[in-house]
């Protein structure tokens, strides 16, 4: 028989503060049964604000879409490495379009992805290029995914330097090294809930690294749950588990932890209240 897990209770945020749960997929089809009861879940646990992330040009538009119809929940456009190989100059110039939408407050999720592999590296490379300068351009924070790719995307980001209106490493899987050249580049470093498995000594080691005022959270939901839901669909109040993992990592408590990467989220995305 199986052992069953251990209840960990979530963890609760003092009257009047949040977290903002900065990178997740609500247009996924894990969410299309219950969103609403997902999106008053995470209300009422305090993670009132969300932004959606779009992975190619129909989730981008369903990003948009759900931002417009939702309080608190706002967007990113882009194309994923996995859909590069499928997308052409109309798609790109339609995401650019829907850049333009107050509720669009970056670009993303972009970059290269060397474990799945699903186009050849240097198109993965020359599409990753393309929306740096594309979100260079649109003055938006960008949103980069960075799968053991660690090299090329710092290659890039470094040649296409400066960024007036920065970004984030999202589901940050380097070292502390590297999380340190991320914060020197002026980018913010985001933490998924990996960081609470055992078997995430580097992650946590990468946090330790990273100034408060340079760290984000995120679920990346419906993937990579954190204890005690690891395995399970993820959403946006299992935010909490990694904030109060990522306080513990720093020596502060989860109040100061989520006033400062509230402020660190408005303060790259602009967001507003939802």
Do not use: W
């Not at 069953?4 to 009047?16: A, D, N, R, S, T």
């Amino acid at each position: 028989m199986a052992k069953k897990k251990k209840e960990i209770p979530l963890p609760v945020l003092p009257v009047g503060i949040e977290v903002i749960d900065t990178h997740c997929h609500l247009d996924m089809s894990r969410y299309q049964d219950d969103l609403e009861e997902v999106l008053d879940r995470a209300c009422k646990a305090g993670v009132r604000r969300m932004i959606t992330i779009g992975i190619d040009l129909a989730s981008s538009r369903a990003a948009v879409a759900l931002a417009a119809a939702h309080d608190g929940v706002f967007a990113a456009v882009g194309v994923h490495p996995h859909h590069v190989a499928e997308t052409n100059a109309d798609a790109y110039q339609e995401l650019r379009e829907l850049a333009k939408n107050p509720q669009v407050v970056a670009y993303g999720e972009v970059g290269m992805d060397a474990v799945r592999n699903y186009a050849p590296l240097p198109l993965q490379m020359e599409h990753f290029r393309r929306q740096v300068v594309t979100a260079k351009e649109l003055n938006l924070p960008l949103i980069v995914h960075d799968r053991e790719t660690h090299v090329e995307i710092m290659t890039v980001l470094a040649e296409e330097a400066p960024f007036p209106a920065s970004g984030v490493m999202h589901c940050f899987s380097g070292d502390a090294d590297l999380a340190r050249r991320v914060v020197e580049m002026g980018f913010y470093v985001s933490i998924p809930g990996v960081v609470t498995f055992n078997n995430a000594a580097m992650m946590q080691e990468a946090v330790a690294a990273v100034p408060l005022d340079r760290l984000l959270v995120e679920t990346d939901g419906p993937f990579l749950a954190p204890e005690p839901y690891r395995g399970r669909r993820n959403e946006p109040v299992y935010v909490l588990y990694t904030a109060q993992k990522v306080a513990e990592l720093k020596g502060v408590t989860l109040e100061e932890l989520s006033r400062q990467t509230t402020a660190n989220a408005e303060r790259l995305f602009g967001l507003k209240e939802g």
